[in-house]
């Protein structure tokens, strides 16, 4: 039985409503008492959190970081066969840089945000005094709920607050961060700053991680598709990264490399590994399951809604751009990590077939990843790097895993030993939503050239417009938030 096998229950955002209202389905609804007075309701609504959660990973915020740094272009349309930004994806202005808050292309992505984060509150809250759970039960409901809501504040920052490092001391604004189920006209709450921002997302974690048990709170899924002390030391080890606590995500990131009973793929199984139908990778850490159907089929999926790519009839918008293609040398088995298709394409109503790439880690609807190992080696190797020193030696051992890997040849020097690592990660964890914000970790600037279709297509380091617009509904909410400068 799969997570998606109960009805899916999805908690309101208490900001939109005073009425304490879950949603169960379009002509019922219930108390949030009634649903919380059985252990089943309580899972009910577990489930619907997990679900919400998904969701959001698996949305518009997943192309982002891609998109933005100039790993992805686009594929010609399949009706005119004009190469364009999409229409209907509601991208344009962001992919130009001229996102504006009175009508974002993200604005139901930051409602998303914080619709999971206040389904997480809403749960401890109705849990802490629960007699219809034991005390593990609440243990580990809230251990799980703590992650979400740590990962999705994560998030939240990363697309609204400049990084970490954009002030000396982090003094800058942040984001708000939820502690509590908030109620619209009472609660008004403020940015904190970014370093209080980490701070309380640590805290969240570092809460999760003392409070798990042995057994997940849903009864049925793979371990992997949920929060547990590995996957939340995953993504607290990618949390911390971000956030220039160097030591933090060098310790989190060994002890996934060392805990998790997981190994690299090796350099003669890895493209063939990607290409298993429907079949996580033997390195995933922390996988979100696509959701199916009643009949078993799979009902949406990151291939499904970005990358895939069937027949020249049927394929999606989403493909490799030239930058990122050039930057894999020819004995990198991972060149052949690209699905290569003629399709028509229109240039001055002259109709001719070009080559497009399509990436092959998302066909046949695999899951959506959040981690995996090969994100741990490099994290360790950036934070070690930072760090310097006796982390050197390591830190250069865990950049040539991921090299020999792919075939290239070991470094031996350390002088260009950060530059290095930031080329991995974009070779290695292309498309998985990494290269916008290192860019931003790095302080360096967006530089798309090959297939960027946008007016605007690099943007120098710092730059207001490396964050987007808080929403104008959510600043006519509140009358204590704060826009982003520029906007």
Request: proline letters at 3%; hydrophobic letters at 40%; charged letters at 25%.
């Amino acid at each position: 039985m799969t997570k998606r096998s109960l009805i899916l229950f999805s908690l309101l955002l208490m900001l939109a409503s005073c009425s304490e209202f879950l949603v169960v389905e379009p002509d019922k609804q219930v108390s949030i008492t009634e649903q919380f007075s059985s252990k089943e309701g309580v899972l009910q609504a577990v489930n619907g959190m997990y679900f919400d959660f998904e969701a959001m990973i698996t949305w518009k915020e997943f192309i982002y970081a891609d998109l933005m740094g100039g790993n992805i272009t686009f594929s010609p349309a399949k009706n005119d066969y004009l190469l364009d930004i999409p229409a209907g994806r509601d991208l344009e202005k962001v992919y130009e840089f001229r996102d504006q808050e009175q009508d974002s292309d993200y604005e139901s992505v930051y409602k998303y945000f914080y619709d999971v984060i206040n389904a997480s509150n809403t749960i401890m809250e109705q849990i802490l005094d629960s007699n219809v759970l034991s005390e593990e039960e609440i243990r580990q409901i809230t251990a799980e709920a703590l992650a979400i809501r740590a990962y999705t504040h994560f998030m939240v920052a990363q697309f609204y607050a400049q990084n970490y490092s954009y002030t000396s001391d982090a003094s800058h604004p942040g984001i708000i961060y939820n502690q509590r189920t908030l109620i619209a006209g009472v609660d008004y709450p403020s940015r904190k700053s970014m370093k209080e921002s980490y701070r309380l997302m640590k805290d969240d974690f570092l809460q999760a991680l003392d409070l798990f048990g042995d057994t997940q709170a849903l009864p049925y899924g793979a371990k992997d598709s949920y929060f547990n002390p590995v996957t939340t030391a995953a993504v607290f080890a990618k949390c911390a990264l971000q956030m220039n606590d160097w030591e933090s995500a060098w310790l989190f990131a060994d002890s996934v490399i060392q805990n998790s009973g997981v190994s690299l793929m090796t350099k003669e199984s890895y493209i063939a590994e990607w290409e298993k139908p429907e079949e996580a990778i033997s390195e995933m850490i922390f996988e979100l399951s696509a959701p199916r159907e009643s009949d078993g089929a799979v009902s949406s999926s990151v291939a499904h809604e970005f990358y895939v790519f069937v027949d020249s009839s049927n394929y999606k918008e989403f493909v490799a751009s030239g930058d990122l293609l050039e930057m894999y040398d020819s004995t990198d088995i991972r060149k052949d990590m690209f699905l290569k298709v003629l399709l028509p394409t229109s240039v001055n109503d002259v109709i001719s077939y070009e080559p497009y790439y399509f990436t092959k880690k998302f066909q046949d609807d695999p899951g959506t990843i959040i981690s995996r190992l090969s994100e741990m080696y490099l994290i360790r190797a950036e934070a070690g790097a930072r760090m310097g020193g006796a982390y050197n030696v390591q830190a250069m051992a865990d950049l040539n895993s991921i090299r020999e890997r792919a075939g290239l040849a070991a470094l031996t020097g350390n002088e260009n030993l950060l530059e290095e690592i930031f080329l991995e990660r974009r070779r290695e964890l292309a498309f998985e939503g990494f290269l916008f914000f290192d860019l931003m970790r790095y302080h360096k600037d967006v530089v798309r050239n090959s297939g960027c279709l946008s007016t605007v297509c690099n943007l120098a380091y710092p730059s207001d417009y490396f964050v987007l617009p808080i929403p104008e509904s959510s600043i006519t909410l509140n009358e204590n938030m704060d826009q982003n400068e520029g906007y």
